[in-house]
């Protein structure tokens, strides 16, 4: 498939600015999803692999569309109410984290033995945990949602398995491997509460986050035409104009008849594609009820978790989000593609780094990976963006 086929250009490029990054620690503001696929419990992308893209389901030839300007297709996937579907995700990634600092999630190696030791909870049901196995690698995630009140995610692997399920009020998350699970029910008039972490590995949840806001920051053009899963789609390319961002250009694929992100694709500025994430198999017909019901197997250990248990995965921090206000203290440099975030880290926290995932630069200590980046400098304070490490040792200076 010819992936850069410009049977669709548009007239008049638009210009948008994804949203900024999220402060460590903190959720998003609240806000209307960029595009309302419910999705909650299927886990979106986060960042990619250099070991190959993954293939969409493709026809030979780019589908013949009509034309379409930015603007009306950017327009077309905010305005798209689909969250009644079926299918497959796959996943291509490789962030680049620290080895030391995937094997601490996981429980092993010298952090994740550290950790156990001082109590801290890693590897079984957790959803944040699981989700940091999907930033590395390639992964299949079979999704299912059926309004904003149902969804499941399932992720399989050789010997083991793990789901995430939403059914109303009960929120269950379940390890096969460790036979662990997670069980929370939401109150009433706690809304469409929904599991978080490996939910946030979808396109749909992907693409919002570059979508949702708009300004002068970002190139929007349409860059021809796709096949994805079956579904005939025209792809938008992605541009920052600001110099010092990680990330050179995001493609996003969006059905031409839905308006829903089929498949998106991060490229750093390195030349790799930090991210591959797109649906392998999809269709919008309205799963069975019983996808949703789960009961915990014969000898599971249950434990009975709280709303926090359900909080907001690592991909919050791999890629752009808008700052929201923050207790801690972290505060923002800059705008667009190139916000820093930055607040105090603790003598603690750079000893950590220095001495397990980081390597010294001048003024402190840089941990690094394809997307995010975070300086602790020698004083404890600590820098954090999707930007490169001179746009962090630059703010850290100023």
Request: glycine fraction near 12%; charged fraction near 20%.
């Amino acid at each position: 498939m010819d992936h850069d086929s410009t049977a669709a250009q548009d007239t008049a490029p638009i210009r948008i600015a994804p949203p900024e990054p999220t402060a460590p620690g903190t959720r998003p503001p609240k806000r209307r999803a960029a595009v309302r696929v419910g999705v909650p419990v299927a886990v979106a992308a986060a960042v990619a692999t250099g070991i190959g893209l993954v293939p969409a389901l493709a026809s030979d030839e780019a589908p013949d569309l009509p034309a379409i300007s930015a603007q009306d297709l950017v327009a077309k996937a905010l305005a798209a109410d689909t969250d009644t579907f079926s299918g497959t995700v796959r996943i291509s990634a490789d962030l680049g984290l620290p080895t030391a600092l995937t094997d601490a999630a996981g429980g092993s190696g010298p952090l994740g033995r550290l950790a156990r030791g001082a109590g801290a909870e890693v590897g079984g049901a957790a959803p944040q945990l699981k989700a940091v196995e999907l930033l590395g690698g390639s992964h299949t995630l079979s999704v299912a949602a059926d309004g904003p009140d149902r969804q499941k995610v399932v992720l399989a692997g050789d010997g083991s398995g793990y789901e995430l399920l939403h059914d109303g009020t009960q929120l269950w998350a379940y390890d096969r491997a460790s036979r662990q699970a997670l069980h929370y029910t939401a109150p009433a008039a706690a809304g469409h509460e929904r599991p978080s972490g490996i939910d946030s590995f979808t396109p749909q949840e992907v693409a919002g986050r570059f979508l949702a806001e708009s300004s002068a920051t970002t190139d929007v053009t349409v860059g021809g035409t796709e096949r994805v899963a079956g579904h005939d789609a025209y792809r938008l390319s992605v541009k920052p104009k600001q110099a010092g961002s990680t990330i050179q250009e995001v493609r996003i694929s969006i059905d031409a008849e839905k308006g829903v992100p089929l498949a998106v694709q991060v490229r750093t500025v390195d030349g790799a594609t930090a991210l591959d994430v797109r649906f392998g198999t999809l269709s919008y017909a309205k799963p069975d009820a019983g996808t949703f019901r789960f009961a915990a197997p014969k000898g599971t250990e249950v434990t009975e978790a709280g709303a926090d248990a359900f909080s907001a995965g690592p991909l919050s921090s791999a890629l752009p989000e808008r700052p929201a206000a923050n207790d801690g203290g972290a505060a923002a440099i800059g705008e667009g593609w190139t916000t820093v975030l930055h607040g105090d880290a603790g003598a603690d926290a750079a000893g950590a780094l220095a001495k397990f995932a980081g390597r010294h630069v001048d003024g402190g200590t840089l941990v690094s990976t394809r997307i995010v980046n975070a300086l602790v400098t020698d004083d404890g304070r600590i820098y954090l963006g999707a930007v490169t490490p001179e746009t962090l040792q630059k703010a850290a200076r100023n």
